[in-house]
């Protein structure tokens, strides 16, 4: 089965054997829930799938189109293209349209920072400053399909930089602020970015992340020399994070805004112009640019929104994801906001400064719906029930969780501890590609089983298949394919049409592939169990293993590197490497440091292996290929089951086992 590196089918039909509890929805919840019984769900898929323009009018009857589509769908394999005809501005579904209601004066971004700031921006408010915002970015000649870099961190200035690209046409890509100067550079150079908007710095556990010296950093190299401006947003007083300005290329935020003597109009674009390009991990060293376009991505975030979070006017809804990552663009700030929903934003570490910080947040500003990665209730779970137990949770109403599968032990504690019993638990699986959650059990619609992802949203049409193609039987583990396209897919990869084919069409004929295994039981419910291609999911986060592996390479020290995951209680995955040496370096910690330190440089902080471990070579094929799954088992201290006949030297193996730490 392709190259295993996450996760083995056998994984998969281990994990169908374990769970059969299962949760209703809590009868409160369900009485007001939007959709209310497995019945009312099916006949929404069922028209969703029969009559899709039927169902997609209504379901984005709230946003603003200024001319409606045509035509709904034209599926040229693997180009879909939605919503023919229309004409829109993404911010006005998000801003202005509800600027004529009573939504303009209620709060849109409630912020908290690290050290117990907070803010309110009303959606009045934060249309004045994305309004502002787009007018300074035309006056600096931005225009319509520029593209922009935001290298910022999580505070609401990053929603008005989202915007007001979205205002002018130009395509923002956020660079998550954990990306080193390199990664940061490399996708300056991919996306061709004209200029760069970031913020001093960043609170991170009490220290701060200067956000400006890295874009300096990578600026300062020629790969990145078409950004030649940037606009740099003042969070902290300069006497607590100091920043060179290079004259004639760095702006202050507050300057910049201060100068706009026109206000543009929104700019009016076709459904299918671009709106953002987001790097993510693939089975290659490259990070893809996957490319969202602006009405089949924003008419998918907000109806997601709208149906998963069961999402009220009185919600304060908190996605704890960072704006860098994909759950960040859909579930914080397009999807949220084109609901008129009042989003929650924390900027800083979960455990600061303890691990009571999301309980105690969750308490003073009354969040009623949580949506967080396993990782993190993982993490909080092993701290031990007394610190939620010191707070009140009843605010309240609906968890969720992203990311990652998770597994029975931390649903059952996030369902207990958190919800106190009473609160859905919304498991979404969908992916950087796919724009907006696929997987889930709606609210008040359907029971939930712990570590399964439910069924499919509305226009989602997927199978589980062998690698050849064939249907599998229920319980049968598989590749979990989609078969028809859908509103928020993406739609090429930014620059490389071929590889958007390569990745994601060529494995099984006439099907998206995901890259994820999964099965489907006797109910129909979705078991995902993780990546079957050379991807890691560390703590949530996508890491290509070719890309570790390259920056490892380009190492003085390194000749050859493998890297491999490993079961792990709180990551869900460790990430493990390991490493062979040119000649004339030693094999010791100092080394090891540095090649940690290293992969903090190429990639970021993130991307730092859990292990490396030092071999004299590594285990081969006959025809030189690394055999990984023999490094996995090794990684994860088990014995190898499957077949080592192609394998060069069992020497090799028996030493890295020898070898184990
Ligand atoms: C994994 C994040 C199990 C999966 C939104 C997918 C999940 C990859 C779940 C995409 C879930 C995401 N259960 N696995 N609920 N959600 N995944 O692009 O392997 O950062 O392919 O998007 O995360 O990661 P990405």
Redesign the pocket.
């Given at each position: 089965m392709l190259a295993p590196q996450g996760v083995t089918m056998s994984d998969a039909i281990e994990s169908l054997l374990k769970e059969n509890r299962r949760f209703e929805p809590p009868a409160e919840f369900a009485k007001e829930a939007r959709v209310t019984s497995r019945e009312a769900y099916e006949a929404l898929y069922r028209e969703s799938v029969d009559d899709p323009d039927t169902f997609w009018r209504r379901e984005s009857e709230a946003l603003v189109f200024r001319t409606p589509w045509t035509k709904t769908l034209e599926w040229n394999l693997p180009h879909a293209r939605w919503f023919l005809g229309a004409t829109l501005n993404v911010s006005e579904s998000c801003l202005d349209r509800h600027l004529s209601t009573p939504v303009a004066n209620k709060t849109a971004l409630l912020w908290e920072g690290e050290n117990g700031d907070t803010r309110k921006l009303t959606y009045a408010e934060l249309h004045r400053q994305t309004v502002l915002l787009a007018s300074a970015l035309k006056q600096l000649g931005i225009e319509k399909g520029d593209r922009v870099a935001i290298y910022m961190g999580m505070i609401p200035e990053v929603a008005v930089a989202m915007l007001a690209c979205a205002r002018i046409g130009a395509v923002h890509t956020v660079v998550f602020g954990g990306f080193s100067a390199d990664a940061l550079r490399d996708r300056i150079q991919d996306s061709q970015a004209k200029l760069v908007i970031t913020q001093d710095g960043a609170s991170r556990r009490g220290q701060i992340v200067p956000l400006k010296n890295t874009v300096d950093r990578a600026l300062e190299q020629p790969e990145a020399k078409s950004a030649t401006k940037t606009i740099v947003f003042r969070h902290f007083g300069s006497e607590r994070c100091t920043v060179d300005m290079k004259e004639g290329r760095d702006l202050w935020w507050d300057d910049v805004l201060a100068s706009v003597t026109t206000e543009c109009a929104p700019e009016v674009v076709d459904a299918e112009h671009p709106l953002f390009i987001l790097y993510?991990s693939g089975s290659t060293g490259k990070p893809k640019g996957v490319l969202h376009t602006s009405a089949g991505y924003l008419v998918g975030a907000h109806v997601t929104t709208k149906y998963v979070f069961d999402l009220r006017d009185s919600d304060i809804y908190w996605c704890t994801a960072d704006v860098g990552?994909?759950?960040g663009h859909s579930y914080l700030v397009y999807g949220p906001l084109s609901n008129g929903a009042t989003c929650f934003m924390y900027e800083g570490a979960p455990n600061y400064p303890d691990w009571g910080r999301f309980w105690s947040m969750v308490e003073r500003h009354k969040i009623t719906i949580l949506y967080t990665a396993p990782t993190a209730i993982r993490a909080c779970m092993r701290q031990g029930d007394a610190w939620p137990a010191k707070h009140d949770l009843s605010s309240l109403r609906l968890l969720g969780?992203?990311?990652?599968?998770?597994n029975p032990e931390a649903w059952i504690w996030y369902h207990h501890t958190i919800g106190r019993g009473r609160c859905p638990i919304v498991?979404?699986?969908?992916?950087?590609?796919t724009g907006s959650i696929m997987l889930t059990t709606l609210p008040g619609a359907a029971a939930s089983k712990p570590g399964s992802?439910g069924l499919p949203l509305f226009g989602v049409v997927l199978d589980v298949v062998t690698p050849k193609g064939e249907a599998v039987g229920p319980n049968e583990g598989g590749l979990l394919v989609l078969r028809k396209p859908w509103p928020s897919m993406a739609r090429t990869l930014w620059g490389d049409d071929e590889r958007f084919r390569q990745s994601y069409f060529n494995t099984i004929e006439g099907c998206y592939f995901?890259?994820?295994g999964a099965r489907r039981d006797e109910d129909g419910y979705m078991w995902?169990v993780?990546?079957i291609d050379d991807v890691l999911?560390v703590a949530g986060h996508?890491i290509g293993t070719a890309e570790l592996e390259s920056a490892l390479v380009s190492h003085p020290a390194v000749a050859e590197a493998a890297a491999v995951g490993r079961p792990d209680d709180l990551k869900g995955t460790a990430l493990v490497v390991f490493v062979s040496l040119r000649p004339g370096f030693s094999a010791d910690q100092a080394l090891r440091d540095q090649l940690g330190e290293h992969v903090a440089k190429e990639i970021g902080r993130f991307a730092r292996p859990d292990v490396i471990r030092f071999a004299d070579s590594l285990p081969k094929t006959r025809s030189g290929k690394i055999m990984r799954r023999l490094l996995k088992d090794v990684a994860a201290g088990r014995e190898s089951t499957g077949d080592t006949s192609t394998l060069e030297d069992f020497g090799v193996l028996a030493k890295l086992r020898q070898d184990e730490d």
């Open positions: 993510t990552w994909v759950t969780t992203v990311g990652e599968p998770i498991d979404t699986w969908w992916q950087t590609e992802t995901t890259g994820d995902v993780g990546r999911n996508r």
